[in-house]
């Protein structure tokens, strides 16, 4: 079974997620960022989900994911205009971007697609 790690500061957001691909997928949740940071250096993931807005902090960390660990990333959040640059500038270090709300059959599909 693939592992995923999975990062919101919503929990509900992640318990839904997890129950809804727990069958499929191994899932590590949080509510942590920094947590999220450990886990995805001491562990082997097949890929991460991001539920969070793009900001320099998660840019770098998306940054440092794609030149070291080699995973892919996919960040959720809702569009916002005023995050129309931050989006431009996270999308050279994702895999995909899901704007909120999102269609969960897409999302597993493309997990499929990243994880196969």
Known sequence: MKNIAFYSTDFNMCVSLLMYLQNRYNITAT??????KNI???SEFDLIIMDTEPSIKIEDLCKEIKSEIKIPVILTYV?????KDSDFNIRKYVSTIFYKPFDLNEVS???SALVA
Not at 31 to 36: A, G, K, P, S
Not at 79 to 83: P, T
């Open 79 to 83: 569009y916002k205009n005023q995050l």
């Open 31 to 36: 509510t942590d960022l920094n947590v999220i």
């Open 109 to 111: 599909m493309k997990l």
């Open 40 to 42: 995805i250096h001491t």
